[in-house]
Structure formats: structure tokens, C-alpha cells
């Protein structure tokens, strides 16, 4: 299928892309990278009116060291960031999970914030965002707002952005010299997750484990490592999960069940 005619406009400045989506509301998207909004438009998933195309606004295009955070802006492409110097050593979870987004084409092409705008629930942008506990920059006419990852993602592909704001940025916590791991089962790879599971480890007693395709957001937990065995069968059996071409929901648990402990145990080991 093709997608039904619409407008296309590709503003100089991030007011200017503000202005049109204050302007025409709900009728407009933004495209970035298009990885994903171009095949549901093509199925008819999604019908805007206006496509506003943000690639090539040179104040979206940075990767900035905030400190304490990594900015990553909305013009930003997963390939770009994955090829950041910095990567491994600041944001090493974003260096593991990077490579098992998409393929190397759709990468160059597909944006960072553009996944966290998508919202897949199996994506692996947004749940490293939600196991780093980072935020999102949101700017409209009425100012600009940021959000914690738990916050801006509510369900699947549903975000808290308003039809009148742009993601101008995502901000990583910087996590040197903490214990990460990332691992996901799919059918093939590049394929969407079954299960995602990522590892980030707080302190000798406590770790952070995120769990993506099990919800309709990423699902964070904070466990102890001494309780581990037991936290991650509380938690395989409490998510219902959901069922799809892919998998059925109790593989997917199981799958989680046999995931997390190597995910966790190789956290350990590079925290060690």
C-alpha cells in the first residue's frame, strides 16, 4: 500500500517546526528519521496531513556532555551515537544495546528520539532511557517542559507529548564505571524483541533491571541481588505479558526467566 497524499515542509529552525505543529495540531507529524512512521503510513496506521521534517535543523544535530548527562538531540541518528568516541566509556548500556536496533542501513537513517517517540515496547532506546532513569526534552509555543522517562512513555506507542510539542532532546545519564549488560531474544536479528532485558548495577546490593516486549512500557525494577532467583520469578509471573505473531505470552515469561540471569550475571562481571 501507499500512503494517502499529504504536505510536506521542512523548517530551518526548532521555532519554526514549533510554530507549524501549534498551527496544524493533530494533522501534522514530525519526521526525523521516518524508520517507522513511513510503514504505518504506508499500511494506513497513521494519516497525517503534514509530514514536518526536523533532519536537517542543524540545533537538533548535537550529542552534548552535560556532566552529570549525555543530550542527545532529536536530529541525531542511532548510528551517529553509536559511533560517538565517548560511548562506551559514559554510556556504556547505550553501547550495548545500540547494535541490536534494527540493521546497520536502518540505523544511519533511524534517530535516537525518533524511538523514543515511537514507543515500541520492544524497542531498545526507550528501555535503556527507562532503565537509566533519563528524561525527555519537550519544547511547544508555551514553553519548554522535561520529563523523566516513566513519565513521558504510558503505553504502547502512546507517549505524554502534546500534538503541539516537539522532542528537542533526550538526556543519559553518564554511568562510568557501573556494571551494564543488554541482551534480547528475537527471531532473527534486527527482528523486534521478543524479550529485552538490560542490567544496571546501583550498588554491591542493588540492581536495576529493565525488561522491554513483556508490557506496554518498559518495565523497571529495583531488586536486591541476594533475593535475585526469587524477584525475577515475581516478576515473570506478575507481567501478564501480551501475545503476538512473535510470541505468545508464556514464552515470553519464560524466556524472561532464563534471560535475566545471564543479563544480570554479566553486569556483575563488568562491574567486578
Partial sequence: ??????????????????????????????????????????????????LIDIARIAELSHIRDLGDRIEVGAAVTQNRLLAWPDLAKKLPLLAAALPFVGHFQTRNKGTVCGSIAHADPSSEIPLSLATLEGEVVLRGKRGERVLKAKDF?????????EADELIVAVRFPVHTGRGVAFREVARRHGDFAMVAVAAFIEDKDHLRLGIGGMAGTPVVQRIAVSGMQDAIEKIASELVGYEDLHASAELRRDILRNLAPVVIAEAQKCAA
Avoid at 6 to 23: I, N
Avoid at 156 to 161: P, W
Fill in 1 to 50: 500500500m501507499k500512503p494517502r497524499p499529504f504536505d510536506y515542509v521542512r523548517p530551518d529552525t526548532v521555532d519554526e517546526a514549533v510554530a507549524l505543529l501549534a498551527e496544524h495540531g493533530d494533522e501534522a507529524r514530525i519526521l526525523a528519521g521516518g524508520q517507522s512512521l513511513m510503514a504505518m503510513m504506508n499500511l494506513r496506521l497513521a494519516d497525517p496531513g503534514m
Fill in 153 to 161: 512513555q504510558i503505553d504502547m506507542l502512546t507517549t505524554a507529548r
